[in-house]
T-cell receptor
Framework: SQQGEEDPQALSIQEGENATMNCSYK?????LQWYRQNSGRGLVHLIL?????REKHSGRLRVTLDTSKKSSSLLITASRAADTASYFC????????FGTGTSLTVIP | NAGVTQTPKFRVLKTGQSMTLLCAQD?????MYWYRQDPGMGLRLIHY???????AKGEVPDGYNVSRLKKQNFLLGLESAAPSQTSVYFC?????????????FGSGTRLTVV
């Protein structure tokens, strides 16, 4: 598969803890994007990091990108119950591929 | 500001029936996409369009047809539904292949083929 692969597939943490999700991909990319999907809803774009960037922040989100290892991580700090969702990475190269997602559960 | 609107939200079809899923966007995006989402498979691209009057095949186009007669609308058709097409279908739109702001998704259509 040319899709990104998220790791872990599922993650359960206590409210207030940090959550880290990883994404690995196979092909050269122009940018990598992270999306959130709440149960029964569409995907919502969270953050985009370009191939020449190494780190990007948006509120409680921190994304890193290592193009030499073809990997990215998404860190959510001080998690909240409302962060419970599935998180997908998507890679933009010649085509655009979504990974299979990490299911995050934040326990109040 | 509606973003991307999909209709219908739910549908049950019998094998062999046909239907059309409608996607409408109000962001003046050039690019539009249809995906299906199945458990453990992530999102897979069915068809996409890079502008009014254009369509192209994605990763899993068989059994589907699309049309983009107007810039704001992208229709997905199933001519003869099969149980393997039971899935959640998402429409998305973007500027310049999502280069700047990513994709905007609709809320999905849950289709069951019995």
């Amino acid at each position: 598969s040319q899709q990104g692969e998220e790791d872990p597939q599922a993650l359960s943490i206590q409210e207030g803890e940090n959550a880290t999700m990883n994404c690995s991909y196979k092909t050269s990319i122009n940018n990598l994007q992270w999306y959130r999907q709440n149960s029964g809803r569409g995907l919502v774009h969270l953050i985009l990091i370009r191939s020449n960037e190494r780190e990007k922040h948006s509120g409680r989100l921190r994304v890193t990108l290592d193009t030499s290892k073809k990997s990215s991580s998404l860190l959510i700090t001080a998690s909240r119950a409302a962060d419970t969702a599935s998180y997908f990475c998507a890679t933009r190269g010649n085509q655009f591929y979504f990974g299979t997602g990490t299911s995050l559960t934040v326990i109040p | 500001n509606a973003g991307v609107t999909q209709t219908p939200k739910f549908r049950v079809l019998k094998t062999g029936q046909s239907m059309t899923l409608l996607c409408a966007q109000d962001m003046n995006h050039e690019y539009m996409y249809w995906y299906r989402q199945d458990p453990g498979m992530g999102l897979r691209l069915i068809h996409y369009s890079v502008g009014e009057g254009t369509t192209a095949k994605g990763e899993v186009p068989d059994g589907y047809n699309v049309s983009r007669l107007k810039k704001q609308n992208f229709l997905l058709g199933l001519e003869s539904a099969a149980p393997s097409q039971t899935s959640v279908y998402f429409c998305a739109s973007s500027d310049e292949r999502g280069a700047h702001y990513g994709y905007t998704f609709g809320s999905g259509t849950r289709l069951t083929v019995v």
